[in-house]
């Protein structure tokens, strides 16, 4: 499966204003926050999802992306390969979500083929910090 759109698209993508980012720590210096963190101070609205915090960045974090009320663009994951099936469900029950990105080390093809199926773009394995300051 071709895992990344191409720089233009990936351009378009970025050109988003708001991203849920599922599995967003609390914790400084974990991959998990300082991606968010970066992404906020990038002027992005980054809306946490952790079950287990009550606040990052300043902001109420939310249980699951069913929680969340607002519109989203991109949800950007970072929980395991196998938990990506279950948050794909959630994506597609929604109609706001242009683009499921999984962070780096995060693969699962069968997502992916749901997502683009949906008519959204999807890309696995890739950093969004990464591809921001690449392509930004």
Not at 3 to 32: F, N, Q, R
Not at 39 to 61: Q, R
Request: charged share 30%; proline share 4%.
């Amino acid at each position: 499966m071709n895992d990344s759109p191409d720089d233009a698209t990936l351009h378009e993508i970025l050109d988003a204003d708001t991203i849920a980012v599922v599995g967003c720590s609390s914790t400084p210096g974990k991959d998990a926050h300082e991606i968010p963190r970066y992404l906020k101070d990038a002027g992005y609205t980054v809306i946490p999802v952790n079950p287990y915090a009550d606040e990052i960045f300043g902001h109420s974090a939310v249980d699951s992306l069913d929680a969340v009320e607002q519109e989203i663009d991109i949800v950007d994951v970072f929980r395991p390969s196998a938990e990506v099936g279950g948050i794909v469900e959630s994506v597609l029950d929604r109609s706001d979500v242009d683009t499921v990105w999984l962070q780096l080390g995060i693969r699962n093809d069968r997502a992916g083929r749901q997502i683009r199926k949906s008519g959204r773009q999807f890309v696995q394995d890739s950093c969004l910090k990464v591809e921001h300051r690449r392509l930004k």
